[in-house]
């Protein structure tokens, strides 16, 4: 775990940016920053220069072990900076893991470029007047990759493994195990059909078991090859249903798929043969990669935009794929500061937002929009939403207010964060915000870089409490998921809301509106009393930049769903 500290609290922030931004900053480079109905996105136009982006990554470190230098033909060459888990099981699903899940997997609901949910496992789907069960039907005719029929009791068999009793417990996403602590029961209703009955109405069920969600909370498993082995062997040797197959996986190196024949959904099928995914975290490692023939496609950002284009690539945009979010857990406890509304309010209004996106990203890349997932073009929306704007003297009278001017005995604050692939330079990002409130509110601040999966883990746990989180998460149109898991359900370990009744009941109330005609202006109205109470907030959402080498004719990624999407678009040269 890496302390990270920039000078005393009168350094100028701008001194701060061309520090960070030199990729020398703390002496490490600037990397890639980690991590649920818009037009469609397709290759961008590409995106002015920042002011201060570094001209140049760092030198490349070796390329990755079995970089390949054959000739790649029906090949598409991947490369992330995280995949999380490495995990196959709905239940070790957070959200990079989508990255590999999208491909290998069959999910029960498909969606498209425009946002809308569409058939995939299930051919249909419709809710109870009440709202609580959903009957769900079946289509005919798919086989997972060994070769077994995927049957309702498969079906039954994944519904119960994912949303189950055991899974309250046994799920690593805090979304997963709101649901499952939900679900009253899930029962076969025919030989095609079965209906899932919640506790409490839950409209956004459908979103969240689609690809258009975070994760692979969705996925299809076939019961009898995951019985014979067991939840560690299943991941040892997963079989799905979706357009790939695994052939080979390396734990933190390559993730080789080749094309599933006999794929459900032909129309969906890609038009290349292997999809070699690599985990490669150095940006400046892709992008040689990727000028040297060895990749086809990698995670970018704008610094190396540049290297991009004149090593004969383009860049090519995912459309609000994250956001930036900063969160404060543990805040309705009396003894922390941040119990105070005036400070989490002052904490925001401290931050120049503008600046950091402009800086840091350029208005191609990052836009100061949006309140955490429910951004512009998500359910819910309205300019209303959008973040503080900077003003450092009402922060200040702010903390003044709270008890705390000029920061006298706040203490020290400490930010916790981490690197990962959908948000570029986080940590820098982290640090500027931290420098900020030292000059703005007069306080100490200590930045700590971690591990994306032990600062969540220590999250969960209530390591954190009183503390603040500076991290990407996945963009979705539906943020009924995540509402309920952060305010809707205090008995978990990602629950932000203060354990308060008041908050709690908003949650329920909003995740109870079924009909689609009034769900926008319930989560509309629901979020504004929320983002009031600003036990989290944001600096804005990130389009994730994708570097694409010239075998890639064609390419267009979906907005709103963060990772690599759509990959049947893909055209090859």
Partial sequence: ????????????????????????????????????????????????????????????????????????????????????????????????????????????????????????????????????????????????????????????????????????????????????????????????????????????????????????????????????????????????????????????????????????????????????????????????????GDADVVEANLAVKDQVEDGGGRMIWSQESSYIWILLPGCWEEQFPCHKKEVRHALDYAIDKDLIINQLYGPQAAVSKGWNWATPNALGYSEELDPFPYDPELAQQLMADAGYPDGDGFGTLEVHTWKAGDVPFLPEQAQLIADMWEKNLGIDVDVIVGEAATVRERWFDRQLDGKVIVRANETRWDGGSITNAVYGNPEGGAHLGGRRDDLIKIAKDVLSVVDPALRQEAFNEAYKILREEHYEFGTGYVNLPWGVGPRIAEWEPWPVVAYQTALWTMKLN
Wanted: proline share 8%; with cysteine; hydrophobic share 45%.
């Fill in 1 to 292: 775990m890496l302390h990270r500290k920039l000078g005393a609290k009168s350094l100028l922030i701008m001194m701060a940016i061309l520090l960070l931004l030199a990729i020398g900053a703390c002496g490490g480079p600037a990397e890639d920053a980690d991590t649920a109905a818009p037009a469609a996105a397709t290759s961008a136009p590409s995106a002015p220069e920042a002011t201060a982006v570094p001209a140049a990554p760092a030198q490349p470190t070796e390329a990755p072990s079995g970089a390949m230098t054959e000739e790649t033909g029906g090949k598409v060459t991947l490369m992330n900076a995280v995949w999380a888990t490495e995990l196959f099981t709905p239940r070790d699903g957070v959200g990079e893991t989508a990255t590999y899940g999208r491909q290998m997997h069959a999910f029960w609901i498909n969606g498209n470029e425009n946002l809308e949910m569409v058939p995939g496992v299930l051919t249909d789907w419709s809710v109870s007047e009440d709202g609580l069960s959903w009957d769900l039907t079946l289509r005919d005719g798919i086989v997972f990759h060994n070769g077994d029929p995927l049957t309702i009791d498969d079906a039954m068999f994944t519904m119960e493994f994912t949303f189950g009793p055991e899974a309250v417990t046994e799920s690593i996403s805090p979304s997963v195990q709101a649901e499952a602590a939900d679900t009253a029961s899930i029962e076969a209703t025919g030989p095609d059909t079965l209906r899932v009955t919640h506790a409490s109405p839950k409209a956004f069920f459908p979103f969240f078991i689609s690809d258009l969600s975070f994760g692979i909370a969705g996925v299809l498993l076939p019961k009898n090859h995951f019985e014979s082995l067991g939840q560690d062997g299943y991941n040892d040797d997963p079989v799905g249903a979706g357009p790939f197959r695994l052939e080979k996986h390396v734990i933190s190196e390559q993730i080789l798929l080749e094309r599933f024949e006999d794929y459900f959904l032909p129309e969906r099928g890609p038009s290349f043969q292997t999809l070699d995914m690599r985990l490669v975290p150095e940006v400046a490692t892709r992008v040689a990669a990727l000028r040297a």
